[in-house]
């Protein structure tokens, strides 16, 4: 027997999104990569499928569809293999959580539910190039620590630091930015089920601390 082989960059291929999964609006796909900065960075390379974890900045206003920046240590070899210009495809997970049956008001009528998992899901389809230059990852790190730093009583700021040991630090990180080409969303908040099981569930979820998927379960339609 013979098989056929499919020659396709597993890169390109789209996400599995049912209609009411889908995330239809591009300020809320942003607004989970905001509050999920953490990206799985994958790269189809010469040795195959690699991912790397990274906290990435988003710039809406930057390209067509956007333009995601971030820096990776000098000792990863991921910016070498991605010199040039490289189609990548970076993960961002939202909130998530699994779903018991036994939230559902409909289970102990009928008993004909299954547990689930609710989730939310970014999945983003770029050109990456390598930014090796001084003045950008300088940029780079910069607005990602005056981002996140907001919120404590003294934000850290590089000029708490010494310059020669900044500039150290700078010389043994790289920039990477992503020119977005595609972007897809995915919110499964139980929107294929009735109203009462979909919003007893997120009532749970609050009570186990998860008030964010909660929110999210409570406004899906």
Known sequence: MQYSVIHANPLKSPMYIPAHFAIKHTQDVHAIIRAHPLGALV???????????IPFELDASQGEQGLL???????????QQCKGSVDVLVIFRGNQSYISPNWYPSKHETHR??????????????RL??????????????????????NEPRPWKMGDSPPDYIDGMLRAIVGIEIE????????????????????????????????????????AK
């Open 69 to 79: 920046t971030a820096h990776v240590a000098r000792a990863n070899p991921v910016w």
């Open 113 to 126: 539910q299954v547990p689930t998992w609710n989730y939310e899901v970014v999945h983003v389809h770029g």
């Open 43 to 53: 790269p189809l390379g010469p040795e195959g499928l690699d991912a790397n974890h």
């Open 129 to 150: 190039t390598v930014m090796d230059e001084e003045k950008f990852v300088r940029g780079v790190v910069a607005r990602l620590t005056r981002e996140h730093e907001v």
């Open 180 to 219: 977005i080409k595609r972007i897809e969303g995915k919110a499964k908040l139980s929107q294929n089920r009735e109203n009462r099981d979909r919003l007893n569930a997120a009532d749970v979820l609050i009570t186990h601390g998860n008030d964010d998927l909660a929110r999210a379960m409570r406004n």
